[in-house]
Structures are given as structure tokens and as C-alpha cells.
């Protein structure tokens, strides 16, 4: 076909777009900045075993079309029992490293779960004056059981703000609860860490036999009412359509050039929709100095912001002694100013104090490790979307709308339901890809 399309990303938005475009017969090549594909999918293989430093689980895997492809690559998959509904999968800690009973923590987290269900059938959608935050949901509006145990209030505590604000990569005084719990649905089915080969696996089967430019980085788009101008390290591209897979932080900051401007409803849009910050520390140990037969463990330390609070036992699926410390919004922006040394530090302090004190006995530094900077990645600036205080119910939709008929947007931020999430990407790509056809196809 005479038409020449360009994606720009090659995240799993713009794979898919591609991916689309390509099986249907049409002339398309993918720049992606980076060396590598998959963007805020990046499966590390160096510390001997699988773990992914971007999106690492499958949200919901019932209806999900990552789920059957994921079975079709023989991609292992491990339910992540993050309620701890099992009784059996999480391991509590307070501030200074003792157990919790994990009873009644585990009851608080449901108490606080049927607590949210509540509230969410009671909220309508609230101007974006009058947006409730969590943090006003929670000090004002959430309705908490009487005569809780400390360790419930604890448990309760840890399910409704630290991990909201981990799921939203957010702040619970950013967090628009109303926008939350209209708009974002989970599909059914849990949550699955694809821990055998990671998200690369899928990503790399997608783009198979694509026209991929890696280390190619857009600076300008300049649309003209023929055709479409981007600017790269490596020179000019020219196309007829034009599809951006862009994260949101890097619209954000303004780092690829519009000419002309973005309309002000889009620029105004990207700017009111959140964008979070969602970090990770993993490590590999020679051996366990953890209890292997635990997913997860919370650690409750009484500091503000707290840190340390969320940890992953990848030994759990694997056998391999990795484990992986969590931090998102503010906890994620103060860890970004530590050196290595520093965060190590910190790590193995609360390590000792929750496993070493526990009977593991002196807590050795790791054999190796990994830490995600997504926030000060320029091609990335930032972890993925949230809703946000002052954000429009329609600014997704207002983010994903075409400019005439050359220039298309994907990404997980233009969805308007699956946000944050892979398969939101995944469904975009495809959407975007189907816009450009339906354009061609009518002209």
C-alpha cells in the first residue's frame, strides 16, 4: 500500500498498533528511543532469574488478552495473593520487626476491603471542585468497624491508604477517588506475576518480523496537509499517519515538539490526568534470609513517609533468592535522591530488623542487584497513569482523540478504563491501528 505509517514507541501500545497495521498488509515502522523494546515493560534477566523492573503482573487475567497469549508462550504465572485471603501468603511486621498476627492484620485489610466496597456504592462523580481525595474519603468518609484490635487498625490502615497509594502510584492527597471508582475497572481473576521469561517474552513475540528503529528519539512532529515531519537523533522521517505511543509523563514535559500545538483541550488534558511514580529495588542474595514460603511482606515502620512497606519474594515462584522492595509517590520520589549505598543501607536495615531479628541472624549484602529510576527516565518520566485531583472525566478520551486524519494517540493513559495497566496498552494499540485504517480506507 502506498501509505507509510509511523508508530512512535515501542512500548506494548505501540507494538500492538504495529502489529495490527502490519498483519493487515500496511507500509509501518516503529521508532522507539530506547535500545531496547517494550518500554515500561523492561524484563531484567541479571540477577539469574526473571524479574521485571516495569509492569510485572497480568491485572486481572479473566477477559484479558494478554492472558491467553501469555498461555500460548508457556510464560509462567503465579497468583499474587496480595489480600492474603489464603491466611497464609503475607507476612506483617511492625515498626521495629515484630510479627504480626496475621488473623487479625489479614481481618483489618478485609475490614478496610468491605469498607471501600461501601463507600464506592454510596459516590457519585463529583465536579472536580468538589473531588473528593482518598485522603478525604479515608479522614472523613470511609466508614471504619468499632472495636478493632491494634493490629486490625494496623491491617486496615496498611489496605487503605499505603497500598492504594502503591496500586495508584500516587498520593492519597492526589488521589480523585471519585474518578477511581467510576471509571477504572478491574477485570475478574486476580492478579498473575508472569515470573518464567517475564513481559519480554510477550512483547518480543508481538513484534516479530516489525521494522523496529531502536535508539531513535522523536523530538518534533510537524503535521503539514500532506504529510507528517518527525525529527530524530538520526534524521528526519516522513509519513502519512502518524501514531504516538508516548508515555504521559513525557507529554508532560514537553520533550517532543508539536508543530502546530497541541490543541489546548489535549494540552490541558495531559496535563490534569496524573502520572505516577512507582520504583523498585531488587536483589539476589546467595541464599534466603527470608522465609521462602511467603509472597509478600508488610512492613509498617512509623516514619513519614514511611518506607520499606511492600516487599516481593520472587524466590517464592522461582526458588531463586531475589526479593524485591517497593516504594511509589512520595515514598519513590525521596528513594530517587539516595545514592546506591544509601538505599542499600536502608534495605538491609529493615531487613534485619523484619528477617535477621527473626531468627535469619546477620543479614549478608546482596550478591547483586537492580534499582528502577523511572521517574528521571527521559523517555519515560514517570511510572504510569493515575487519577488525579482536578482531573475531567473526559480527559482520557479528550488525550486519545486523532488530530484530523494524521495523527493518532495510544498508550495506557488513553484508556479510559484500563488505565495503568498492560492490557490497556495492549487494547489501544489496536484501537489506534483500526482508526488509521478506517481513515485510509474512507479516503
Known sequence: MSEKILVIGAGM?????????????????????????????HTDNSLGNTVDLGAAWIHGPDGNPLTPLAEQLGVARGDTDFLNRSGTAVQAYTHNGTPLNMTEYTQGQLLADA??????????YMPPAQAHSLKDLIEHGLPQPENMTETEKLGFHYWSVIRAEYSDASDWDLINWDLLVNRYVKLPGGDLLLHGGGYKVLVDHLADGLDVRVETAVSHITTTPNQVHIQTNHGPFTATRVIITLPLGVLKSGAVQFTPSLSQAKQKAIQRIGFGNYEKLAMRFDKFQWPQ????????????????????????????????????????RLINQ????????????????????NGFGHISAPAAYVRTNWQNDPFSSGSYSSDQIGQLPTDRQ????????????????????FYATVHGAYET??????EVARVINET
Not at 29 to 41: M, Q
Not at 115 to 124: E, Y
Not at 342 to 353: G, I, P
Request: proline share 3%; net charge positive.
Open 293 to 332: 514460603d511467603k509472597q509478600r511482606f508488610n512492613y509498617l515502620s512509623d516514619g513519614e513517609p514511611s518506607l520499606f512497606n511492600a516487599w516481593l519474594n520472587i524466590g517464592y515462584y522461582t526458588g531463586t533468592p531475589i526479593i524485591v522492595a517497593y516504594h511509589a509517590g512520595r515514598r519513590a
Open 398 to 417: 479528550i488525550l486519545a482523540q486523532p488530530i484530523g486524519q494524521q495523527l493518532f494517540f495510544a498508550g495506557e493513559a488513553t484508556h479510559p478504563h
Open 338 to 357: 539516595w545514592s546506591d549505598g544509601e538505599l542499600l543501607e536502608h534495605a538491609l536495615t529493615v531487613m534485619q530488623r523484619i528477617f535477621g531479628d
Open 429 to 434: 494499540g489496536v484501537r489506534a491501528a483500526r
Open 13 to 41: 501500545a505501540g507494538i500492538m498498533a504495529a502489529r495490527t497495521l502490519h498483519d493487515a498488509g500496511y507500509n509501518v515502522t516503529v521508532l522507539e528511543a530506547r535500545d531496547r523494546l517494550g518500554g515500561r515493560t
Open 115 to 124: 469498607a471501600f466496597l461501601k463507600a464506592k456504592a454510596s459516590i457519585l
